[in-house]
């Protein structure tokens, strides 16, 4: 067990409590679970497998699909995020329900996947891949029917990188089309100068043979938390930049209209609701929201994916190890420090959502994690604990089969991908 920084509201507050400083005592948090999380509680002590599990609500996950589609509208193109949903069915789910084939992929053997399960899809590769991370991938496509010519966009930020790809293509005697990553003010890569663009495009062109130029990718989370609507000086200059882009592209000859002009990611897809300068707009995590997306311009989208943990011992009163008038003073200092319990498993990146009043800082554990509760709470040993994921590409990765719940009942289990590279 892994001491974490001392314990939170707890005994930093002794010394004030002693000095007589009562006022800032803190509040008492605590309530039972919800109404939705008892329900959760009793199916998977039925049902559940007795151990830490993600539970997915698909008739959260449908509505945020609804939200998404609704925002990108039907002129421009949903892209699915792979990495912040990888699990074949769930990403087969957001695909039917949104009308969309357009994917985004982040991660090599996660591009082997979906060529084998979705080989209509058209996919936009994330990041550049390393070019052994591209022959890897031709490597292990085997007989799929999927036609990497025509449906993928192999990513490219650099002169460098484009020949690489290049020399591959000429090797392998395959046809690669190539989106260009541009700087839209992120600053992690990608084209940051326009006339770096032409040497591209005449490499390209120069070289038809192999390669074809599909369009730009110009993501921008760095307008997250501004509130920001289209006419926010930040978002200006990111479509301008945007802009300026295409319009070299376009004095070169070639035809705006037949490129993928992806930007955006869930926290700022919202902005562009009355926006034409990119065509394609790419979400994923909005689809269930974790915690680090409980953002402003996703507030009508519904936390869909919870971690629950069975409790596996429940001690009447709060305690720690020999230190027994420290415990005595949190107890009777910080009512959210009264009942003590050890779950199944923890130090997720995750938070409590319920029971509510979980405090954060306690010792950490992967094995088995102590938390404390109000008294207005009472769990038993097998009662579940619910936390909200703060992120889910890694996260999700962590619990085996996703639990599918809808209607207030579990219906089926959902596997994710493997983590192997
Ligand atoms: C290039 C790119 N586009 C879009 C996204 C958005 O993904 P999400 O919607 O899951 O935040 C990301 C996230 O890292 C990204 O790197």
Do not use: C
């Amino acid at each position: 067990m892994k001491r974490r920084s001392v314990l939170g509201g707890g005994l930093g507050l002794v010394g004030a409590a002693a000095g007589g400083a009562l006022l800032w005592r803190p509040d008492d948090l605590g309530s039972p679970h919800s109404e939705y999380f008892a329900r959760l509680n009793e199916l998977l002590k039925r049902d559940g497998p007795g151990h830490p599990v993600m539970v997915i609500d698909i008739d959260r996950m449908n509505h945020n699909v609804d939200v998404v589609a609704r925002s990108v509208g039907v002129k421009k193109t949903y892209r699915v995020v792979v990495k912040s949903l990888p699990s074949v069915p769930l990403l087969r789910g957001v695909m039917e329900r949104a009308r969309t084939d357009s994917l985004m992929v982040f991660h090599q053997p996660f591009l082997n996947e979906i060529a084998e399960n979705f080989p209509q899809a058209d996919v936009l590769l994330g990041k550049p891949m390393p070019i052994s991370a591209a022959k890897s991938f031709y490597k292990k496509l085997g007989n799929t029917p999927f036609d990497p010519a025509g449906k993928i966009q192999w990513l490219i930020d650099t002169q460098q990188r484009l020949e690489q790809y290049l020399s591959l293509a000429r090797e392998l005697g395959v046809h690669m089309r190539i989106n260009v990553e541009i700087d839209v003010g992120l600053h992690r890569g990608g084209l940051a100068k326009i006339e770096a663009l032409d040497k591209l495009l005449k490499t390209i062109k120069e070289n038809s043979d192999y390669l074809a130029f599909s369009g730009f990718m110009g993501y921008e989370p760095q307008l997250t938390g501004l509130r920001a609507s289209l006419d926010h000086p930040a978002v200006r200059k990111v479509l301008e930049t945007y802009r300026n882009f295409i319009d070299r592209a376009k004095s070169t000859g070639i035809d705006p209209d037949q490129l993928t002009l992806n930007g955006a990611g869930s926290h700022t897809l919202a902005i562009y609701e009355k926006d034409a300068t990119m065509n394609d707009l790419a979400a994923g995590s909005a689809i269930v929201k974790p915690t680090d997306f409980d953002t402003f311009h996703l507030t009508d989208n519904q936390p869909a994916l919870f971690i629950a943990t069975p409790v596996l011992k429940a001690y009447g009163k709060f305690q720690l190890p020999g230190e027994s008038w420290v415990a005595r003073s949190i107890r009777s200092w910080d009512p959210n420090y009264r009942h003590l319990y050890y779950i199944y498993g923890g130090y997720w990146k995750a938070r409590f959502v319920s029971p509510a009043g979980i405090p954060e800082s306690m010792y950490s554990s992967t094995n088995q994690q102590p938390i404390t509760t109000s008294e207005r709470v009472d769990l038993a040993v097998d009662d579940y604990v619910f936390l909200r994921p703060t992120q889910s590409e890694l996260v999700m990765l962590q619990f085996g089969d996703l639990l599918v719940m809808k209607d207030g009942e579990l219906i089926d289990t959902w596997p994710v991908f493997h983590q192997t590279g």
